[in-house]
T-cell receptor
Framework: RKEVEQDPGPFNVPEGATVAFNCTYSNSASQSFFWYRQDCRKEPKLLMSVYSSGNEDGRFTAQLNRASQYISLLIRDSKLSDSATYLC?????????????FGKGTLLTVNP | NAGVTQTPKFRVLKTGQSMTLLCAQDMNHEYMYWYRQDPGMGLRLIHYSVGEGTTAKGEVPDGYNVSRLKKQNFLLGLESAAPSQTSVYFCASIASGASYEQYFGPGTRLTVT
């Protein structure tokens, strides 16, 4: 099983749609979870952390299921500006809290 | 604050040439990282450092060397460039004891011919 595995995508959705990304991780010792966003030819930037109880930031909702080692990101009311690659990120490889493992990313294109 | 900066932004090398990529951060972060990003491969960790004077190997260290002589700088060296090292290189840093949010530099696009 790959350390962090994401939906391969790409996702093409119309403006206003709801889209969900899924991610699984293999290291049960992982303690911190994130979604990063990467625009074309730019550096990754933190979108949101993922907490055990689930968390929401505006149109974005992140969920964590530790038992299934599964993370999700839901985007409601998609905007054109949401078009980007979304990276699932997990820490704790080999017990290291300060090393992050990145998924390969899922490309989202929101169409007018 | 400038955050994380990388020098150069673009470079073309011939096979066998050497070069050094410079990463600098002005946030007093303890941890620094070098990644490479290739199409379909995602971000892969090359080397990292948990403090001044310390470095460690990541997932794909072969063909690269690093140094962290000053806390704010992390250098990535290619002694003898190969076409397989054509990639986008990102530097990142984290403050110790923080939320583990990594701050990335803008990247260096390297082509080896």
């Amino acid at each position: 099983r790959k350390e962090v595995e994401q939906d391969p995508g790409p996702f093409n959705v119309p403006e206003g749609a709801t889209v969900a990304f899924n991610c699984t991780y293999s290291n049960s010792a992982s303690q911190s979870f994130f979604w990063y966003r990467q625009d074309c030819r730019k550096e990754p930037k933190l979108l949101m952390s993922v907490y055990s109880s689930g968390n929401e930031d505006g149109r974005f909702t992140a969920q964590l299921n530790r038992a299934s080692q599964y993370i999700s990101l839901l985007i409601r009311d998609s905007k054109l500006s949401d078009s980007a690659t979304y990276l699932c990120v997990v820490n704790g490889r080999g017990g290291s809290n300060y090393k992050l493992t990145f998924g390969k990313g899922t490309l989202l294109t929101v169409n007018p | 604050n400038a955050g994380v900066t990388q020098t150069p932004k673009f470079r073309v090398l011939k096979t066998g040439q050497s070069m050094t990529l410079l990463c600098a951060q002005d946030m007093n972060h303890e941890y620094m990282y070098w990644y490479r990003q290739d199409p379909g491969m995602g971000l892969r960790l090359i080397h990292y450092s948990v403090g001044e004077g310390t470095t460690a190997k990541g997932e794909v260290p072969d063909g690269y060397n690093v140094s962290r002589l000053k806390k704010q700088n992390f250098l990535l060296g290619l002694e003898s460039a190969a076409p397989s090292q054509t990639s986008v290189y990102f530097c990142a840093s984290i403050a110790s004891g923080a939320s583990y949010e990594q701050y990335f530099g803008p990247g260096t696009r390297l082509t080896v011919t």
